[in-house]
């Protein structure tokens, strides 16, 4: 079975710092691109950054370019996400997902999201 | 990287058919054939349920279909049932290889 669990969500002031991860288990782990989607309280689905396998490519949404780093521990089957600078605007739920195994743009499997909060 | 448009709500009776609409342009959903539909009940993670436009996971079942004409996507759910009220997301593959979701859409059986 499929498992994604999200960690290092928590309450931080304007401009701080957070590192969140998602360990992944049940697959091969280096074999697939892993996303990080996020969802503001109340609101819709906002993709946030990717990274491929092997660490070759990572994109981002242009609203945490320069802010968030997205990096893989495949020894250790696990994403981070680095959130610096935050703003209040980057308040919401963070999934990470993985994508698919016939679509490489579709996200099949999802954690159940570690919740940021951005305030003062 | 706006967000691709979508109704804010649909509904339906059991039974009945509906279609939800994503509109985007010609650098994201016009362009690729990626396009995915998720479902979302309340403090749920999202499902997908539609990948490449019109394929369907397995498991899902096959009132589910997907389709394109251009810039716009659309999900069509046949044979309405409680259990499909639920938020439903678009999303596509876009330029400079991101990816944006739509508005998202609330589904209400009638």
């Known amino acids: 079975e499929v498992r994604l669990v999200e960690s290092g969500g928590g309450l931080v002031k304007p401009g701080g710092s957070l590192r969140l991860s998602c360990v992944a288990s049940?697959?091969?782990?280096?074999?697939?691109?892993i996303n990080w989607v996020r969802q503001a309280p109340g609101k819709g689905l906002e993709w946030v950054s990717g990274?491929?396998?092997?660490?070759?490519?990572?994109y981002f949404a242009d609203s945490v370019k320069g802010r968030f780093t997205i990096s893989r521990d495949d020894a250790k089957n696990t994403v981070f996400l680095q959130l610096n600078n935050l703003r209040a605007e980057d308040t919401a739920l963070y999934y990470c997902?993985?994508?698919?195994?016939?679509?490489?743009?579709?996200?099949?499997?999802w954690g159940r999201g570690t919740l940021v909060t951005v305030s003062s | 990287q706006s967000a691709l448009t979508q109704p804010a709500s649909v509904s339906g009776s059991p039974g009945q058919s509906i279609t939800i609409s994503c509109t985007g342009t010609?650098?994201?959903?016009?362009?690729?054939?990626?396009v995915s539909w998720y479902q979302q009940h309340p403090g749920k993670a999202p499902k997908v349920m539609i990948f490449?436009?019109?394929n369907r996971p397995s498991g899902v079942s096959n009132r589910f279909s997907g389709s394109k004409s251009g810039n716009t996507a659309s999900l069509t759910i046949s044979g309405l049932q409680a259990e499909d009220e639920a938020d439903y997301y678009c999303?596509?593959?876009?330029?400079?290889?991101?990816?944006?979701f739509g508005t998202g859409t609330k589904v209400t059986v009638l």
């Open positions: 997902a993985r994508v698919g195994v016939w679509s490489a743009y579709s996200f099949d499997d």
């Open positions: 049940g697959f091969t782990f280096r074999n697939f691109n």
């Open positions: 990274i491929s396998t092997i660490s070759s490519y990572k």
């Open positions: 010609s650098s994201d959903v016009g362009r690729y054939n990626y």
């Open positions: 490449d436009v019109n």
């Open positions: 999303s596509s593959f876009a330029s400079s290889n991101t990816l944006v």
